[in-house]
């Protein structure tokens, strides 16, 4: 797993109090490539969103980002491209309760991100 942003920690529901909120956005390897994540808290939930696989190639620059508007929809792109989403029930994800963290996972020593992180923009419209 190479992760790029979190401020979720756990990745999936659980029944800390800590828990089910923010986002991250992380690349987990599979068979078929790298697989983009997003995933979202809501406060009694955490969903996961997987993208199609991609292949990156070393030394090349990508961007990646994800979209999650009012509406529930949530897109995922590569170098502009729509490469993943799906939809959730209307409304804010629940505050984070823990600090973002770039090119790495909360709470941990060692699930880094195995690139060089160039630029990030967080916005809320």
């Not at 800590?18 to 986002?23: I, L, P, Q, T």
């Not at 599979?30 to 808290?41: E, F, M, N, S, T």
Request: glycine share 14%; charged share 20%.
């Amino acid at each position: 797993m190479s992760m790029l942003l979190d401020c979720n920690y756990h990745l999936c529901t659980h029944e800390s109090a800590r828990a089910n909120g923010g986002f991250a956005l992380f690349l987990k390897r599979g068979k078929d490539g790298l697989r983009p994540r997003v995933i979202l808290g809501f406060g009694d939930r955490t969903v996961s969103f997987i993208a199609a696989p991609v292949q990156l190639e070393a030394g090349t620059w990508y961007h990646i980002g994800f979209v999650h508007d009012a509406a529930g929809a949530v897109t995922v792109y590569l170098d502009g491209t729509e490469i993943g989403g799906g939809k959730v029930a209307a409304g804010a994800t629940a505050p984070a309760r823990h600090a973002l963290i770039i090119g790495g996972r909360v709470g941990s020593t060692h699930t880094g991100c195995a690139a060089f992180i160039d630029e990030v923009r967080l916005a809320a419209e």
